[in-house]
């Protein structure tokens, strides 16, 4: 049996959502040794460096043109290509437009039908129409979320058996030790200050900058946070801070709302100019700071030494950053719609994403309660528990064996 594989959205330097998805599921099928099955996996350009490398299961072909590449040149190429795919699988929206195999598809969510004002026109037409055509043509449709799923049957009206979910992994950092003593949180605080300028204590943000990730109420709702009374919360007792620092090492008490900062770590994605200009909208443009490139490696720096790490996006197909938070020792501040709740089941705090008062009052809440923290901690270890990449692409593989048998 060969399984024919898109990979081109892994086969990109930085890899976030369906690029991490499509990676680490390649990554996970290279793993499998099963004598019946072996890998062609489609590019438009060679692989990177980080690929699985090529061996007698596991093949890499490079199929020309770019332009209108899943419309011509890869449909031509799997019609006259010996030999063929036994089935194809895209960890993407876009099938190939013509296949003389079963065809597979993923999507993350369907944010562009909820919120099509938030995408550019030339995206947006591709994202409905090309999507809907591969729906079509899909034997199967993969998502990442029951709420993603629901929302796939209904807006596109296919049978609940075509759409099956696999719940995502969480990234692995290979360079990164887990540590919590107290030299190794100093240190953490020594790189963040030294390389990126951070000092204060901080309410962490991770994803890309565009508006579907309410941004723009988030700063404001921090600038409420940090511009209240002074002193409005009691200061740290010594038990408190000991009993802290024998934690995880990122729970400090002495997160007096005039002291935070906040630190938002992503690249630009689009229409992010008013997500930029919030800051001084709301009057904390020094309290504000913009990482748009951070390396994986020191990602988890940031969720360990954070006050608390917040996601008040509009909708998710999942949340990747939830469970990375958790990982991490993290406390979560998150929103109470789409497949968020999934992702952080009982082990985060849940907010109204467009109520900027009932995001200010959990800030609130998590920032000032340490009983709270410590418990949504000691939740998260155990949620995390549940997500795998090994087991999503085991997942993904039978389905994709039984698609092929029976087809």
């Not at 993407?92 to 993923?106: N, V």
């Not at 802290?244 to 690249?267: D, I």
């Not at 990747?320 to 958790?326: H, N, S, T």
């Not at 009932?358 to 949620?383: A, F, H, M, P, S």
């Amino acid at each position: 049996m060969i399984i024919g594989i898109d990979g081109n959205e892994a086969n990109v330097d930085k890899r976030v959502g369906i690029g991490e998805y499509s990676f680490e599921l390649l990554r996970q099928f290279s793993k499998y040794q099963i004598s019946n099955i072996k890998y062609q996996i489609y590019l438009k350009d060679k692989p990177r460096e980080d690929f699985p490398k090529e061996n007698e299961t596991w093949r890499y072909r490079i199929v020309k043109p770019h332009k209108l590449w899943t419309q011509i040149a890869l449909p031509f190429d799997l019609y006259f290509h010996r030999p063929r795919p036994d089935i194809f699988f895209t960890p993407s929206h876009y099938a190939p437009r013509f296949a003389p195999m079963p065809a597979a598809i993923s999507i993350m969510d369907i944010s562009y039908i909820h919120f099509p004002e938030l995408f550019k026109k030339s995206d947006l037409y591709q994202l409905v129409n090309w999507t809907k055509y591969s729906v079509k043509k899909a034997s199967v449709v993969f998502t990442i979320s029951q709420a993603s799923k629901n929302d796939i049957i209904e807006v596109y009206k296919v049978p609940e058996n075509k759409v099956v979910v696999t719940y995502p992994g969480i990234k692995e950092i290979s360079n990164f030790k887990f540590q919590i003593s107290n030299k190794s949180k100093m240190q953490n605080l020594k790189l963040l200050k030294e390389k990126y300028g951070i000092e204060k204590e901080y309410i962490l943000f991770v994803g890309t900058l565009q508006p579907r990730k309410n941004i723009v109420r988030f700063i404001e709702a921090f600038s409420r946070l940090v511009r209240g009374p002074v002193g409005s919360f009691p200061p740290a007792s010594a038990p408190q801070i000991a009993s802290e620092m024998r934690a995880v090492g990122n729970l400090s008490t002495s997160a007096t709302p005039h002291m935070l900062s906040l630190v938002v770590v992503g690249k630009k994605g689009w229409m992010y100019k008013d997500i930029l200009n919030a800051p001084q909208k709301f009057g904390v443009k020094t309290k504000v700071k913009f990482l748009h490139s951070v390396p994986d490696d020191d990602l988890p720096n940031f969720y360990k030494n954070a006050i608390c790490f917040a996601l008040p996006s509009l909708y998710e197909g999942f949340g990747l950053p939830v469970l990375e938070a958790m990982k991490y020792g993290c406390p979560v501040l998150t929103s109470n719609i789409s497949s968020l709740p999934e992702a952080g089941g009982n082990a985060v705090l849940y907010c109204d994403p467009e109520d900027v008062d009932d995001i200010t009052k959990n800030l609130e809440l998590i920032t000032k309660n340490l009983k709270l923290r410590e418990e949504l901690v000691r939740k998260g270890y155990e949620q995390v528990k549940k997500f795998s990449w090994e087991k999503t692409a085991r997942e993904t593989l039978q389905v994709l064996e039984q698609l092929a048998k029976s087809s």
